[in-house]
Structure formats: structure tokens, C-alpha cells
């Protein structure tokens, strides 16, 4: 799952949440991932994209923790309306395409 370009400081407090109540430390998940407890240190405070991208994936598929919990409401409702906006732009498009296509067809008549 892609990461928001600019998360919210509050998602890595939902992970550092997860990760208490899984009852793994920064330092367990330094080891499990063989990374330098630094690294995670720095990735579960924003700075380093990719430890951050390995953690939530290790959440996922090792405790099945949904990323969207981790993500929040506020940035699922900015994809969703995101992707609603692309879709209603595309729609927009095709309409378009017909309208051209049966303008077209009528003056074939």
C-alpha cells in the first residue's frame, strides 16, 4: 500500500500502538526486521520511508493490523474522494466522446 505523500504525525503514533499491542518493542522489531534499533527509531518518527513501508507491511501480513486503521479516517476519505473525482473526470470524458460520436452519426444520415 502506498504511503500518503504528507501523513499525518498521528499515524505513527497508531503504530507505535500497533506494535504495543502486539507486544513487540522498537528493539524486537529491530531484530525481527535485522535492522539497527536507530533505523526503526527513525522510521517510526517519519524519517525513513522505506523502514516505515517494511513495518506496515510486516503488521499486515504477520498481524493481519489492516493499514487503513494505521492510516485513519481522514486520509481513506481523501483517497476515496480522490478516486471519485478521477472517475467523475473520466465519466466526463465519455460523455463527451458519445456526444462527438452521435454528432458524427447524424450528420452521416
Same mark, same amino acid.
Given at each position: 500500500?502506498?504511503? =500518503? %505523500?504528507? =501523513?499525518?504525525?498521528?499515524?505513527?503514533? +497508531?503504530? &507505535?500502538?500497533?506494535l504495543k %499491542?502486539?507486544?513487540?518493542?522498537?528493539?524486537?522489531?529491530? &531484530?525481527?526486521?535485522?535492522?539497527?534499533?536507530?533505523?526503526?527509531?527513525?522510521?517510526?518518527?517519519?524519517?525513513n520511508e522505506? %523502514?516505515? +513501508? +517494511?513495518?506496515?507491511?510486516?503488521?499486515?501480513?504477520?498481524?493481519?493490523?489492516?493499514?487503513?486503521?494505521?492510516?485513519?479516517?481522514?486520509?481513506?476519505?481523501?483517497?476515496?474522494?480522490?478516486?471519485?473525482?478521477?472517475?467523475?473526470?473520466?465519466?466526463?470524458?465519455?460523455?463527451?466522446?458519445?456526444?462527438?460520436?452521435? +454528432?458524427?452519426?447524424?450528420?452521416? &444520415?
Amino acid at each position: 500500500m502506498p504511503l =500518503p %505523500t504528507d =501523513p499525518d504525525p498521528q499515524v505513527f503514533l +497508531r503504530v &507505535k500502538g500497533a506494535l504495543k %499491542t502486539i507486544g513487540m518493542s522498537q528493539r524486537d522489531l529491530a &531484530k525481527h526486521l535485522g535492522l539497527a534499533p536507530g533505523v526503526v527509531s527513525l522510521a517510526l518518527s517519519g524519517g525513513n520511508e522505506k %523502514t516505515f +513501508r +517494511r513495518i506496515i507491511d510486516m503488521l499486515e501480513q504477520e498481524h493481519q493490523i489492516d493499514p487503513l486503521q494505521l492510516f485513519g479516517e481522514g486520509e481513506r476519505g481523501d483517497r476515496i474522494l480522490g478516486e471519485l473525482q478521477e472517475i467523475k473526470a473520466e465519466l466526463h470524458a465519455l460523455r463527451a466522446e458519445i456526444k462527438a460520436l452521435g +454528432r458524427r452519426f447524424e450528420e452521416k &444520415k
